[in-house]
Structure formats: structure tokens, C-alpha cells
């Protein structure tokens, strides 16, 4: 089991709409069982805020599952439990590197570091553009879990 935690600023945003992504496309290469996801925010001022409008209508127009839950700030127990903690920019890992007191495991890197094309995932709080931002996330996702689960991709077609 593969334990992930998904992290942008207020978690309202950006790590929710990826941990709904990551956790509907590795059910659908039959992976539910072997992914385990979540997500956090680095800047949650006000915690237990449901996910933002946008979001839920880009994951509703994708057809991806959701909930609401509160959103919640990164914590140093954080790093012990999860695999890996993929925030959204290098701000992101700036942020979990020092939460954590470094990174011995090498676990905190950006989403998109394991695309062809690593950059950042844009706020889309600002932007409003919620269709760049899950193209980006689904690249993202899909891009870990081919690192991750060599072949899976295969198991969708």
C-alpha cells in the first residue's frame, strides 16, 4: 500500500481536487487497494472549510467521485506516515522541508515532478481556471502512478 499525502496551500482547492483524482484513476487500473491518499494545506487559515465550488464542479464535469470533508494544515507526523507528500509548487516543498526538519527520506517533491514537464500546479483560487488545474493534476496523477505501478495504465484501455 502506497500511502500519499496531497498538499497545497489551504487545502480547499488544488489537494483535495487531487486526492479525489489520484484516488479515482487508481481504482480505475484497479489499484483501490494498493493506493491510499489524503490531503492538506501548508497556509489552512480557517480549517474545516468544505471544498471549493470549482473544484466540485470540475470533478463533477470528469465524472470523479467526491466528498466533502474539512480541509486541514500539514503536521510533522505527517512525514512518518505517508510515502510520499506531493505538494503542488517548490513553495509547497519549501514548506513541508522545514514542517518536517528536512527531508532524510527523500519523500516531499511537486506533483508534477514525475511528468515529462515538472512545473507547478497554478492556484486556480486565483486564477479561477479550474479545467487547467485538474488537466495538470490528472497528468500529475497518472504520472505517479506509472512511476509507481509500472503497467497499470494498460488495465484502463
Known amino acids: 500500500m502506497k500511502n500519499i499525502l496531497l498538499v497545497c496551500n489551504g487545502n480547499i482547492c488544488r489537494s483535495p481536487m ?19 491518499c489524503q490531503s492538506a494545506g501548508t497556509t489552512v487559515f480557517a480549517p474545516n472549510s468544505p ?13 470523479i467521485p467526491y466528498f466533502q470533508r474539512g480541509s486541514r494544515n500539514i503536521r510533522p507526523e505527517d ?16 514548506t ?8 532524510p527520506a527523500g519523500k516531499v517533491r511537486r506533483l508534477l515532478d514525475f511528468s515529462r514537464h515538472p512545473r507547478d500546479v497554478d492556484d486556480p483560487w486565483y486564477t479561477g481556471d479550474f479545467v487547467t ?20 495504465r494498460e488495465k484502463t484501455r
Request: hydrophobic fraction near 40%; proline fraction near 1%; glycine fraction near 10%.
Open 79 to 94: 512525514y512518518a506516515q505517508f510515502d510520499y507528500l506531493l505538494g503542488m509548487t517548490r513553495s509547497h516543498v519549501l
Open 96 to 103: 513541508m522541508q522545514e514542517e518536517f526538519g528536512g527531508d
Open 133 to 152: 488545474a485538474y488537466r495538470d493534476i490528472e497528468e500529475g496523477c497518472n504520472a505517479l502512478l506509472d512511476e509507481l505501478f509500472p503497467g497499470s
Open 18 to 36: 487531487a486526492e479525489f483524482v489520484l484516488r479515482e484513476l487508481a481504482r480505475r487500473r484497479g489499484l483501490g487497494d494498493a493506493v491510499a
Open 51 to 63: 471544498v471549493h465550488n470549482g473544484t466540485v464542479r470540475q470533478l463533477k464535469r470528469e465524472n
